[in-house]
Structure formats: structure tokens, C-alpha cells
């Protein structure tokens, strides 16, 4: 599981470099993710505009990762594709989650805050 | 080692389909999805559609790998029909039998708005209930038989079923279940 980080004041950002979080890497990104947001201060934007399928254990994986920040961090979500956007949306965990239409949202976001 | 899959002979079917067997782990069924969405079965539908058989079948097929094989080797047949109001779907596998007979009803983990009460699991079954209509579950001998149909509009117009090798359930030699299976078919036109 490939994922690209960019740290810029109070904002972690993690890109997704892989086309599903699924069954077969939940564990995985889970486990990546613990170690890459150790050092997060405030706000972790993940961009998910490279994943074009997520299923329940994917999903299931996103919100063990937000619960991994606790409540001093927040997990944001940026680019959903309509694929991922759709499992979220029948699961309700949209309503849980910020989501952001795109990376650059997601970032500006943090400015205007 | 497990046998393998032993299926009732069934007359030839009509219908345009599309069969496979695979091993039940989370990677084989990447990689089976990965055909299934891939082929010409689906074509005629829209992005959207294939989607949805993607995030049913990954449910329906990982939960076998984990609940009714629970881990260990087994195998899993697909076979998937076209019919005038959506993709046919039978899923068989030799794990053991769903808890109490039936498959879970697909309630949503309740959210709790605590950080620590949000839900990890258990959106798989509604995933499945939410995009599927007339599912139903046998226990047959050994077999776990899941059926569902997942409703999609054919996109082209035409005759879906001349663009489809009606015997593309060929592939991988899977044998045919059929009436004597307790799967019975019947291909309607679909409208143009």
C-alpha cells in the first residue's frame, strides 16, 4: 500500500497512491496510517481521489483510523470518487466525516479556519 | 483438501451468463471481481451499475471467506444471469451454514456520536440488503446458496443477448447449476 505524505503547518495530508482500499489491504492502510499520523499535530487530510473502490472492510479501516486520532485530531477526507462516495453515503458515515470536494478545498479550508 | 465442487446438471439455459469459481481469500476475490466487472456480461451497463455489482459482490464474497470458511481454504462459485430487470447473481460455497439459517438482516451499526462508539464492521450486510432485491438463502447438502438480483438498466439499445456468447458461463469449466440446484432461470427480452 502506497501512500504519499506532505506535512504543512497543523495539516498532515496522506494521498492514497492505490486504485482500492479493500478487504485485502484494510489492515494494511490501517496499519500504515497508525505509524504516518503518529507525529500529526492537528488536522489529517486524507485524499482519496486516486481510489476508485473501497469496500466495508475499507471503510471499516477509515473510521478505526479516526478513531486512532482520538479526539485533539481530526480526520478529514478530500476527492471522493462516485464509487467510494456511494459507500459512504448508504452507510451514512458521510455524516461522521468532513469531506472536502478536492485537496486544494480541503487545504483552504484549513486557511480560512 | 476439499473437494471439489459438485453441482446438479441442468439443462442448457438460455440466458446470457457469466460463470467463475475462485478461491475464497480477500486477494482472489480482488483479482475475480476484476474479471467479473470486466466482462462482457457487464458491458451493456453503465459505470454505475457495474459499480454496484462490484461493491455487492466483494461483500457477499469476502464475507464468505471470512464467515464460512472462516479463514481457511475453500472455494466459491459465481454465476451471474442477465434478465430483463437486472444481473441474476448465485453465490454457492461449502463453508458452513449462516448463523440460525438465514442471512443477517442488514441493520446499520448504530452510530453513536462518541468518538469511540463509531461502528469498524458491520456495514457489509446492509451494503448488500440496501443494493439487492430478492435475496434469497438454502442450505443444500454441504452448499451455502445465495441469490440476489441487482437491479440495473441495460444502457445500449438492441438485443443485449446478441453481443453475449450465451455459453460464456463455459469459462473455467465450472459445471452448471440449474433447476435441480434450486436456481431456475428464465431470460426475458429486454426492452429496447
Not at chain 1, 102 to 109: C, D, P, Q, T, Y
Not at chain 2, 46 to 51: I, K, L, W
Not at chain 2, 91 to 104: F, K, R, T
Amino acid at each position: 500500500m502506497q501512500l504519499q505524505t506532505q506535512t504543512r503547518p497543523k495539516v498532515l495530508s496522506v494521498l492514497v497512491m492505490e486504485d482500492r482500499i479493500d478487504a485485502a489491504s484494510a489492515i494494511q492502510f490501517k496499519e500504515q496510517m497508525r505509524e504516518l499520523t503518529q507525529k500529526a499535530e492537528h488536522r489529517v487530510v486524507l485524499d482519496l481521489g486516486r481510489v476508485k473502490f473501497l469496500d466495508s472492510s475499507g471503510l471499516g479501516a477509515i473510521v478505526a483510523v479516526k478513531k486512532l486520532l482520538g479526539p485533539s485530531r481530526v480526520l478529514e477526507l478530500s476527492s471522493l470518487t462516485p464509487t467510494v462516495e456511494k459507500v459512504f453515503r448508504l452507510t451514512r458515515m458521510e455524516s461522521i466525516f468532513t469531506i472536502h470536494s478536492s485537496h486544494e478545498a480541503a487545504l483552504s479550508h484549513d486557511a480560512s479556519a | 483438501m476439499k473437494q471439489p465442487f459438485r453441482m446438479t446438471p441442468a439443462p442448457d439455459l438460455p440466458a446470457p451468463g457469466y460463470a467463475c469459481s475462485l478461491v475464497a481469500d480477500p486477494h482472489s476475490v480482488r483479482d475475480g471481481l476484476a474479471q467479473i466487472v470486466a466482462s462482457p456480461l457487464l458491458a451493456g451497463f453503465g459505470v454505475d451499475a457495474r459499480c454496484t455489482v462490484e461493491i455487492v459482490l466483494a461483500e457477499v464474497l469476502n464475507n464468505i471467506a471470512e464467515h464460512a470458511y472462516k479463514g481457511e481454504t475453500g472455494e466459491i462459485a459465481v454465476d451471474l444471469r442477465l434478465t430483463g430487470s437486472g444481473v441474476l447473481c448465485l453465490v454457492i460455497d461449502e463453508g458452513v451454514p449462516m448463523p440460525d439459517g438465514s442471512p443477517p438482516p442488514g441493520l446499520l451499526p448504530t452510530a453513536g456520536f462518541q468518538l469511540e462508539d463509531l461502528p469498524e464492521g458491520g456495514f457489509g450486510w446492509h451494503l448488500i440488503r440496501t443494493l439487492t432485491r430478492d435475496l434469497s438463502y438454502t442450505r443444500l447438502g454441504r452448499q451455502n446458496r445465495l441469490s440476489f438480483l441487482i437491479p440495473a438498466k441495460w444502457q445500449h439499445s438492441g438485443d443485449c443477448s446478441k453481443n453475449i456468447p450465451a455459453r460464456s458461463w463455459r469459462r473455467n469449466n465450472l459445471p452448471r447449476p440449474g433447476p435441480g440446484a434450486g436456481f431456475t432461470l428464465g431470460f426475458r427480452q429486454v426492452p429496447t
